[in-house]
């Protein structure tokens, strides 16, 4: 497979944002703080928003159509979703915390990242910023963490993933610091800085891990770390999961070789599963 270089759309003007705002009220924090950041991005450009609660995400139904190379049967919003990212130059993703996570949306979309092979090649190496907005001091729960998923397994480029405290509408910038803040992403979302967290995994940042004996794992890359006696994240392995679109493939082969194996398996399968088939009474709304 031939390597392939991040996205070059970025090289042209005027260029797109596009805004992915999670969120169903119109001018809460997502929106207004994001259209904010636009006003400082000194490139000329064009912002693009979608509300991503408007659109229609159904559930994926596990077949692996797209998976083999055949169309998605699914005919919902996804496919506009997706081609709107490809087409943009850069992405912002901002969404409210829901009960310690991002906007259900997110998840939705999540699950039907395998789709997101189609078009990995031309967003590898685009620059997103990801934007989480709550209320409630330090309630910020597994939030940060969907969003940079999302932004991993498209292959972007983060630019700061944030967690931002402001609940009311347009709270986000009632003070001279929340506005500085928005004019800092607009002025790095297209050059070669990024802003990062001060502790995070040494791999890719995200702050949420899991612990594996003496040591943590990252629930996004994977990475494998400790802890030294300074207080400093000492990397120990690479967690395999991320790279160049090349890498990030390969977990398309090997769902196809799944798909093989399902075949080769099929009647020990059949012979495990089909005595529950008539067990329990499912239950329907009325």
């Known amino acids: 497979m031939n390597k392939i270089k991040p996205d070059t759309a970025i090289d042209r003007k005027p260029r797109t944002v596009l805004a992915l705002i999670a969120s169903p009220r119109t001018l809460g924090n997502c929106e207004t703080f994001t259209k904010e950041i636009s006003r400082h991005i000194p490139e000329v450009h064009t912002l693009r928003l979608i509300r991503l609660t408007k659109l229609r995400i159904e559930a994926c139904r596990a077949c692996y159509g797209c998976v083999v190379g055949n169309d998605c049967p699914i005919r919902d919003d996804m496919e506009f979703l997706l081609g709107e990212i490809a087409n943009a130059d850069a992405i912002i993703v901002a969404s409210p915390v829901y009960y310690l996570g991002a906007n259900a949306i997110i998840k939705n979309i999540l699950d039907r990242g395998f789709l997101f092979f189609s078009i990995l090649e031309r967003t590898y190496g685009k620059p997103v910023i990801l934007l989480n907005f709550f209320g409630m001091p330090g309630r910020v729960g597994m939030a940060p963490q969907m969003l940079e998923t999302f932004a991993a397994f498209l292959g972007l480029s983060v630019k700061a993933s944030l967690s931002i405290k402001a609940a009311l509408p347009g709270e986000a910038l009632m003070t001279k610091a929340g506005a500085a803040r928005a004019e800092q992403l ?25 612990v594996a004996g003496k040591a943590f794992v990252c629930t996004v890359c ?12 000492v990397r120990k392995k690479v967690g395999g999961i991320l790279g160049p679109p090349e890498h990030m493939l390969l977990h398309r082969e090997w769902l196809r070789g799944m798909k093989q194996r399902f075949a080769e398996k099929k009647k020990e399968i059949m012979r495990t599963i089909i005595p529950y088939k008539n067990e329990g009474e499912w239950i329907e709304p009325g």
């Open 222 to 233: 994977h990475g494998t770390f400790t802890i030294d006696t300074q207080g400093t994240f």
């Open 186 to 210: 607009g002025k790095a979302l297209f050059s070669s800085r990024k802003i990062k967290r001060k502790k995070g995994c040494p791999f890719c940042g995200c702050e949420i891990i899991r």
